[in-house]
Nanobody
């Protein structure tokens, strides 16, 4: 059974930092990523990383967010610095065991950036 379990969300003030974690089990993922979604909008890619270490970031988070993964632990991380109110969203972890298809999703973790 494939499971992706996110943790680390919460409430933070603008300019603050949070670190999200995604513990994966039940499969080996060639690509893992973080997506986010706000009410009424489509889920969007925040950052992704292949098992080989290649990364891809949304323009809006470049220079502020860093994705990393521990392949031995099958865990994905997202270090978020200099958070802005527009980063407020539910953040979802995604894992793709193959290059095709949408992969598997976690349940999401809320990140709120507010005074």
């Amino acid at each position: 059974q494939v499971q992706l379990v996110e943790s680390g969300g919460g409430l933070v003030q603008p300019g603050g930092s949070l670190r999200l974690s995604c513990a994966a089990s039940g499969s080996i993922f060639i690509t893992m990523g973080w997506y986010r979604q706000t009410p009424g909008k489509q889920r969007e890619l925040v950052a992704a990383m292949t098992s080989g270490g290649s990364t891809n970031y949304a323009d809006s988070v470049k220079g502020r967010f860093t994705i990393s993964r521990d392949n031995a632990k099958n865990t994905l991380y997202l270090q978020m610095n200099d958070l802005k109110p527009e980063d407020t969203a539910v953040y979802y972890c995604n894992g793709k065991p193959t290059p095709w298809g949408s992969g598997y999703w976690g349940q999401g973790t809320q990140v709120t950036v507010s005074e």
